[in-house]
């Protein structure tokens, strides 16, 4: 008498983990998603979808994105595609194969991506249950399996102070045709991180435009992020973008105006 008795099979495990966990606005954290194969059999046709704008509203892929995948299958070379857009919210894996278990050593698939976020506070990043399904071929017949369990990694941005922006005229009066200084001063009141991409549009009051010549000046303003100060004679608009300023730093604009009537 023959018995046949099924190969027990066991579902995978997805997990995942934010280095550094705790990061400034901005700047970069490493995200690294983890499969793991408690079976002895390879699984096949791993995908998984990571979206971060629906699961984790502010977080996105840096760029660059610096993606590392190991997933390697029977031939030791990694298998599937991995999708991760510089800038983009989404983390794709289809195709992704995971070695079977040896010994106590569970295999193991590992994809890698920087990741970055101005949102202030904590973010948490979820895979959901059923997110992640594969395929194992026991010899006798094949199985899908899927995660049981949520995979959840937390990252915090530390809350940072509001910038202020404060404007001043050399001279509170002035006779029609004359010129007077324009001071814009803007200042970061955070004391530990350095505001980036700054930008700034001031339209003046009244009959006030721009004098000839408008002479604009920057200062503390980050020359080395090439920021741009437009300030066209004739005209009541000032602005000014990507400028850059250090923790407890001041931005500094000063423009010539004058006014053509009262």
């Not at 066991?10 to 408690?38: E, V």
């Not at 390879?42 to 997933?71: H, Q, R, W």
């Not at 970055?116 to 506070?121: A, H, P």
């Not at 249950?129 to 017949?141: F, K, M, R, S, Y």
């Amino acid at each position: 008498e023959l018995t046949v008795q099924a190969q027990t099979t066991f579902n995978p495990i997805i997990n995942k983990s934010f280095l550094p966990d705790f990061i400034n606005p901005g700047a970069l954290s490493r995200l690294t998603i983890i499969i793991a194969n408690p079976n002895t059999n390879l699984l096949t046709g791993a995908a998984f979808i990571d979206d971060m704008e629906l699961n984790t509203p502010g977080l996105k892929l840096a760029d660059p994105v610096n993606l590392a995948y190991s997933c390697l299958g029977v031939v030791g070379v990694p298998a599937g595609t991995v999708t991760a857009i510089p800038g983009g919210t989404t983390i794709q894996l289809v195709g992704g194969e995971v070695p079977g278990k040896v010994g106590s050593l569970d295999g193991q698939c590992e994809i890698s991506v920087d990741v970055t976020s101005t949102y202030q506070g904590t973010i948490i990043n979820t895979i959901p249950v059923g997110g992640l399904t594969a395929v194992i071929d026991t010899g006798i017949d094949t199985v899908t399996v899927s995660n049981v369990e949520e995979a959840n990694a937390s990252i915090r941005m530390r809350t940072m102070s509001a910038p202020t922006v404060t404007k001043k005229f050399a001279k509170n009066t002035i006779y029609v045709g004359e010129v007077t200084t324009l001071t814009i001063d803007i200042k970061n009141i955070d004391g530990a991180i350095a505001l980036t991409e700054v930008s700034l549009t001031d339209t003046l009051p009244g009959a006030v435009v721009l004098a000839e010549p408008v002479s604009p000046i920057m200062t503390g303003c980050d020359a080395s992020s090439l920021p741009t100060l437009t300030a066209v004679i004739g005209t009541n608009i000032v602005t000014i973008s990507n400028a850059s300023i250090e923790p407890s730093g001041t931005c500094q604009i000063v423009v010539n105006v004058s006014s053509p009537s009262q």
